[in-house]
């Protein structure tokens, strides 16, 4: 069965820090494009970043040079670091395997 289970989410003033973790099952991680994607109230879900199984990275515009995507294979795990958070970033932050597999979401809020 393929899990993925994100952790990390939580309420930060503007400028501030979060960083998200994904662990995913082994049987799929080692092969696949990982992506991060949130959903704000009213809005649609939004690719926020992505990394291939090989390292490869892309961005949103809205986050680059603020977010940075990472990956650790020995853990099965993504990594998103989150920096100079603002409140439009306030969302749910999903973790998404090979464009199929969805972890259940970890809210961010940024507010003061």
């Known amino acids: 069965q393929v899990q993925l289970v994100e952790s990390g989410g939580g309420l930060v003033q503007p400028g501030g820090s979060l960083r998200l973790s994904c662990a995913a099952s082994?049987?799929?991680?080692?092969?696949?494009?990982m992506g991060w994607y949130r959903q704000a109230p009213g809005k649609e879900r939004e690719l926020v970043a992505s990394?291939?199984?090989?390292?490869?990275?892309n961005y949103a515009d809205s986050v680059k040079g603020r977010f940075t995507i990472s990956r650790d294979n020995a853990k099965n795990t993504v990594y998103l670091q989150m920096n100079s958070l603002k409140p439009e970033d306030t969302a749910v932050y999903y973790c998404?395997?090979?464009?199929?597999?969805w972890g259940q979401g970890t809210q961010v809020t940024v507010s003061s």
């Open positions: 998404n395997a090979a464009g199929r597999y």
């Open positions: 082994e049987r799929i991680f080692s092969w696949s494009n």
């Open positions: 990394i291939t199984y090989v390292g490869g990275t």
